[in-house]
């Protein structure tokens, strides 16, 4: 069984804070990695992906994968009360035969 | 460019109908792949298709049905409806399946509701 696990929260952070979401996986055949965010009542928007050891940055927000722990993390600086959603990471297996697997999402909650 | 486009964006059906839902990919994408999504079990993958292929299919039961046409436009279609059918319904396009940096982009949605 593949599964993508989230805490679900919610996680609430004061403005201006760092969010930091956390997202772990079992299948070490893992090679790519999502983050979406969803906001209530709406679909979910592609944030970044990320599928080398190390971070990613793009503008506020920041990737980490490691591989050996089997662990890939959204990290959100100066938090904003726009970036209240629902954050899902995905995963994509190496095989490339598989579709994308979601874990069910963190919520998170910044508080002005 | 333009999104992802999915029709209806809403629907109510009774029991036992049978409900058809359409997808157009972002132009370009070949690739198209329909969730389920509902506040206890999260994002459930339904199937994908490629090139008019089913590449995969979820755990879904065979009520459950889809198809793509050759502009790689889909649709899915569930019969005999029940209740915890009730979902939302998302479809994904992307370029390729399968690929490590292959984005994969989300239409607005079909909010079927079955009484």
């Known amino acids: 069984q593949k599964e993508v696990e989230q805490n679900s929260g919610p996680l609430s952070v004061p403005e201006g804070a760092i969010a930091s979401l956390n997202c772990t996986y079992s299948?070490?055949?893992?090679?790519?990695f999502f983050w979406y965010r969803q906001y209530s009542g709406k679909s979910p928007e592609l944030i970044m992906f990320i599928y080398s050891n190390g971070d990613k940055e793009d503008g506020r927000f920041t990737a980490q994968l490691n591989k050996a722990s089997q662990y890939v993390s959204l990290l959100i600086r100066d938090s904003q009360p726009s970036d209240s959603a629902t954050y899902l990471c995905?995963?994509?297996?190496?095989?490339?035969?598989?579709?994308?697997?979601f874990g069910k999402g963190t919520r998170l909650s910044v508080i002005a | 460019k333009a999104g992802v486009t999915q029709t209806p964006r809403y629907l109510i059906k009774t029991r036992g109908q049978q409900v058809t839902l359409s997808c157009s990919p972002i132009?370009?994408?070949?690739?198209v792949s329909w969730y389920q999504q509902t506040p206890g079990q999260g994002l459930q993958f339904l199937f994908e298709y490629f090139s008019e292929t089913q590449r995969n299919k979820g755990n879904f039961p065979g009520r459950f049905s889809g198809r793509q046409f050759s502009n790689s436009r889909s649709e899915m279609n569930v019969s005999t409806l029940e209740l915890g059918d009730s979902a939302l319904y998302l479809c994904?396009?992307?370029?390729?399946?399968?690929?490590?940096?292959?984005?994969?982009?989300f239409g607005p949605g079909t909010r079927l509701t079955v009484l």
């Open positions: 132009s370009g994408h070949r690739s």
């Open positions: 299948d070490r055949g893992s090679q790519s």
């Open positions: 995905a995963v994509l297996l190496l095989s490339g035969n598989t579709p994308l697997v």
């Open positions: 994904a396009s992307s370029r390729w399946p399968g690929q490590g940096n292959n984005e994969q982009f």
